[in-house]
């Protein structure tokens, strides 16, 4: 984790932000709205003569060059395979455009809303697309982008956590105990599982960067691509309890299996890598926590409530662990 540099965000102004469309060659109509993104800034933008499009500038120092460019890549790739994935545009040569010192990217805007997650056929159809990603993910490996393992999104941010003096006085040696045992269960879960395939993922699956249309979903913000077990896209689609989200796999794998073939022994991980998304959450607002955008958007962090109910929830996610896989096929 890195901190931002400057440029900040705060110099983003509207007019700065018209100029650099300007600047990639597109002329803006004014209308300007600001779409729910806190990593990066994006907008929608109305264009004269064409449709809107949706213009993403980057939080300075987070990704490299190379890292967006090969995000940019594999969404192409998935578009080309006709997988509703939008790439951003090719602009004088590059997808990736600079303007007075930021990055940008700007994308054909597309609608749609929140999938139907009670509904067997939607998860079955969001199956079979899922699996398409990872064929196509499964052909060649990042060479930029970073994998999703238990350092990066547990020990280094819990670490940081508590080095930095996040967790209150009182709950830190509790939050420890907590957070190395939840930890434990997750090497654990990640050993029983054993070498499962690392391959290309979109990486943040979950509901809000999936927009369901007439003809199916689309496939947003690749923005946290990496490498990692495919499970990782399948998990953010479960909720409620257990017995609930074995049904719900259920339809996700019935549908996936007809286009790509599933490891189930990445069933162990389900539970292990929600305990590393809360971590790692964590640790991404404290990281954040200078940003203007986050105190306001997230006010209940970092108070006695927020770590007492982590340390609860974490206790919870190494009972989930421990109870082993949805279910057992082998």
Request: glycine letters at 8%; hydrophobic letters at 45%; aromatic letters at 10%.
């Amino acid at each position: 984790m890195q901190a931002a540099s400057s440029p900040p965000f705060a110099a983003l102004s509207p007019d700065r932000i018209l100029a650099a469309i300007e600047a990639c060659g597109l002329v803006p109509d004014g209308r300007m709205l600001p779409l729910n993104s806190y990593e990066n800034r994006v907008y929608r933008i109305g264009i004269e003569g064409q449709g809107p499009l949706v213009a993403k500038f980057y939080r300075p120092a987070r990704w490299s060059d190379d890292q967006i460019l090969e995000e940019h890549g594999f969404i192409a790739e998935l578009a080309d395979h006709e997988i509703p994935a939008v790439p951003p545009l090719m602009i004088q040569g590059s997808t990736l455009q600079r303007f007075e010192g930021f990055r940008l990217s700007l994308t054909p805007m597309h609608g749609g809303r929140t999938p139907a997650l009670d509904d067997d056929a939607v998860l079955e159809q969001l199956g079979r697309y899922l699996a398409r990603i990872h064929a196509i993910g499964a052909i060649r490996p990042f060479d930029a982008r970073p994998a999703l393992d238990i350092a990066a999104f547990g020990e280094r941010p819990s670490a940081r956590l508590l080095s930095d003096g996040w967790i209150p006085q009182d709950l830190e040696s509790s939050y420890g105990r907590t957070v190395a045992e939840a930890l434990d269960a997750t090497r654990a879960a990640f050993a029983a599982a054993g070498e499962v395939a690392a391959i290309r993922l979109h990486g943040d699956c979950h509901p809000g960067n999936l927009l369901w249309t007439a003809t199916g979903p689309h496939f947003v913000d690749f923005d946290d691509a990496r490498s990692g077990p495919a499970i990782q896209d399948i998990w953010m689609l479960l909720s409620g309890e257990r017995q609930e989200m074995v049904v719900q796999l259920g339809a996700v794998l019935s549908g996936y299996e007809a286009f790509h073939d599933f490891d189930y022994r990445q069933l162990h991980l389900v539970e292990a890598l929600r305990t590393l998304r809360m971590i790692h959450f964590s640790a991404w607002l404290a990281q954040r926590w200078d940003d203007p955008a986050f105190p306001p958007a997230f006010p209940w962090f970092n108070t006695r409530h927020y770590w007492q109910e982590q340390i609860l929830q974490l206790q919870q996610q190494v009972l989930a662990i421990e109870a082993g896989p949805l279910w057992r096929p082998w």
